[in-house]
């Protein structure tokens, strides 16, 4: 990653609390820029639509208005040409969360609980590298 190049992010989690707490940490790397939030997953594919992020770090259990199935959600997200971050407040290992991710097509699953010491350094690699294939 060139110097000058920015990991651009789209935080994407209904909850407004971890939404401040996840920009307050992002803020605190010049290399990463939050490019825009989204509360719903509606809202995330806009977004990513209209932003292209590197990065969407994407929460599993948003609501939303539209019963959207992940595979159309991960086409959407890798059209936009963004790798996906998987969050959760569920152990990354648990079934549920993790199945949800890889149908997702998500790099990885973070635990939400352990977003100060994980958060940054896994944006900062996924950014970095080159995109999957759509």
Same mark, same amino acid.
């Given at each position: 990653?060139?110097?000058?190049?920015?990991?651009?992010?789209?935080?994407? @989690?209904?909850?407004?609390?971890?939404?401040? !707490?996840?920009?307050?940490?992002?803020?605190?790397?010049?290399?990463?820029?939050?490019?825009?939030?989204?509360?719903?997953?509606?809202? %995330?594919?806009?977004?990513?639509?209209?932003?292209?992020? @590197?990065?969407?770090?994407? @929460?599993?259990?948003?609501?939303?208005?539209?019963?959207?199935?992940?595979?159309?959600?991960?086409?959407?997200? !890798?059209?936009?040409?963004?790798?996906?971050? *998987? %969050?959760?407040?569920?152990?990354?290992?648990?079934?549920?969360?993790? %199945?949800?991710?890889?149908?997702?097509? *998500?790099?990885?699953?973070? @635990?939400?609980?352990?977003?100060?010491?994980?958060?940054?350094?896994?944006?900062?690699?996924?950014?970095?590298?080159?995109?999957?294939?759509?």
């Amino acid at each position: 990653m060139e110097k000058s190049k920015h990991v651009g992010v789209l935080l994407a @989690d209904d909850s407004a609390i971890i939404r401040k !707490a996840v920009t307050r940490l992002l803020e605190s790397e010049p290399a990463i820029k939050l490019l825009a939030e989204a509360e719903t997953f509606s809202q %995330t594919i806009q977004l990513a639509t209209a932003l292209k992020p @590197d990065v969407v770090l994407l @929460d599993l259990h948003m609501p939303d208005d539209h019963a959207f199935e992940p595979e159309f959600v991960k086409s959407q997200l !890798a059209l936009a040409g963004s790798r996906i971050l *998987a %969050t959760s407040f569920s152990k990354p290992n648990a079934d549920d969360s993790r %199945t949800l991710a890889e149908r997702l097509g *998500a790099v990885t699953l973070l @635990d939400k609980l352990e977003f100060g010491s994980v958060l940054i350094p896994t944006i900062l690699r996924v950014g970095a590298s080159p995109s999957n294939p759509a």
